[in-house]
């Protein structure tokens, strides 16, 4: 075959290719203005070969579409390939997205000749991505609401669980305290005609237990006051309440939080009834002048509470040798709630040494 026939031969070659590929095809001139478009690209646009050729590129691109386009056929200009996309209307009316795969060409002189362009319509695509966006902060619209959910159905949870605790709390010292205090009354009313001497000494018992009734009735009702952490935030309400304590005892606080997880409710929950028990005794029995407290998690999932004071401290031997008459609840109930955390409780003091209360939570793995 001679060397013109294979030339033509590859011409009409490129020419069935071109009128029947599945993109658009468009050649600038080096004013931009089209020269050649196949039929692919007359029905992307939806104008007919007419009445593109010779127009302005720009003439068919929409709002901030047209500074791409004058930017990108700037990149032409200096020999630059490149890919990009336009919005354009089409003769319908209607928008169409483009996406647009640009290079420059060259005359035989090396002389800038203008751009051939291949074009695809990326409009069902554009509107399936705005779909997917949408549906997707749905999604997460949702998500948060059932988190939202599940963090106040697991709020109730630790409620419930608080109110079961103390039910039990004025099981154990009020009820119990009440009944018997009853069968000794009317055991003294039988006893008053007879026997005045054993009356006495069950009234003087009687009102040593309703003594402490008394004081553990405000354990309980003091028990049953605890701030809404879940509004507030916690490290907010126990900052609040160690400027309270400030302003009220005179006794000043240094309040060190380091906390790298959240804590579950009733973690919360716990851990603010032993610092207020803790902050209590200070109160009551330390005569201290400052207290430390350090709440902090380590890398192991434990939380670390330590509350320190520089008081007069005491003989914890003694103590606890006494608090079972004593009826003494503010270390007892300390340990007590560090327990049902899962947790260990220690008390480190000696007199004239200020107090160290010690407690240590493991987290679970999602405190939440
Ligand atoms: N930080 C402290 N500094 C000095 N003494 C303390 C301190 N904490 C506790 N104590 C001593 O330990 C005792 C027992 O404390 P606990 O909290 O168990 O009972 P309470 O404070 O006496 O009574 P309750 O807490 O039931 O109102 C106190 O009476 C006090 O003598
Ligand atoms: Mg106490």
């Known amino acids: 075959m001679k060397k013109t026939d294979t030339k033509s031969e590859l011409a009409k070659t490129y020419g069935i290719l071109i009128k029947n590929m599945g993109e658009g095809l468009c050649v600038l001139d080096k004013n931009f203005a089209p020269t050649f478009v196949n039929p692919k690209f007359c029905e992307i646009i939806g104008y007919s070969r007419d009445e593109i050729l010779g127009k302005s590129a720009f003439q068919f691109v929409k709002g901030k579409s047209r500074e791409i386009l004058k930017k990108e056929l700037e990149k032409r200009a200096k020999g630059e390939s490149s890919r990009y996309t336009v919005k354009v209307r089409k003769k319908n009316g209607e928008e169409a997205f483009l996406l647009i795969s640009g290079v420059s060409r060259f005359d035989k002189k090396g002389k800038f000749a203008g751009t051939i362009a291949i074009v695809s319509d990326i409009t069902e695509r554009k509107r399936l991505e705005k779909e997917l966006e949408e549906r997707t902060m749905e999604l997460e619209k949702e998500v948060k609401k059932r988190t939202q959910l599940l963090v106040d159905l697991y709020r109730g949870v630790a409620v419930s669980e608080e109110r079961s605790r103390l039910a039990q709390e004025i099981h154990d010292s009020l009820a119990q305290t009440l009944a018997t205090s009853l069968c000794k009354t009317e055991m003294c009313e039988k006893l008053l005609g007879d026997?005045?001497?054993?009356a006495r000494r069950e009234l003087s018992e009687l009102r040593k237990m309703l003594g402490r009734s008394v004081s553990s009735t405000r354990h309980v009702?003091?028990?049953l006051q605890f701030p809404n952490f879940h509004r507030a935030g916690f490290i907010?309400?126990?900052?609040?309440?160690?400027?309270?304590?400030?302003?009220?005892?005179?006794?000043?606080?240094?309040?060190?939080?380091?906390?790298?997880?959240?804590?579950?409710?009733?973690?919360?929950?716990?851990?603010?009834?032993?610092?207020r028990e803790a902050m209590n005794?200070?109160?009551?029995?330390?005569?201290?002048?400052?207290?430390?407290?350090?709440?902090?998690?380590?890398?192991?999932?434990n939380l670390h509470l330590i509350i320190e004071d520089n008081g007069k401290g005491f003989c914890l031997k003694k103590i606890l040798a006494r608090s079972k008459s004593a009826k003494r609840f503010g270390l007892k109930g300390m340990r007590e709630r560090a327990?049902?955390?899962g947790g260990s409780f220690a008390v480190e003091t000696a007199r004239g040494q200020g107090t160290r209360i010690k407690v240590k939570v493991p987290l679970k793995k999602k405190e939440k």
């Open 281 to 301: 005794n200070v109160r009551k029995h330390a005569t201290a002048k400052r207290v430390d407290l350090e709440l902090r998690t380590d890398r192991d999932g």
């Open 195 to 198: 026997n005045q001497l054993e």
């Open 339 to 341: 327990k049902r955390l």
């Open 236 to 275: 907010a309400v126990l900052k609040q309440y160690f400027q309270e304590f400030e302003r009220k005892s005179g006794i000043s606080c240094d309040l060190k939080v380091k906390l790298e997880r959240s804590l579950a409710v009733r973690t919360q929950v716990g851990i603010y009834q032993i610092i």
């Open 221 to 223: 009702i003091f028990g």
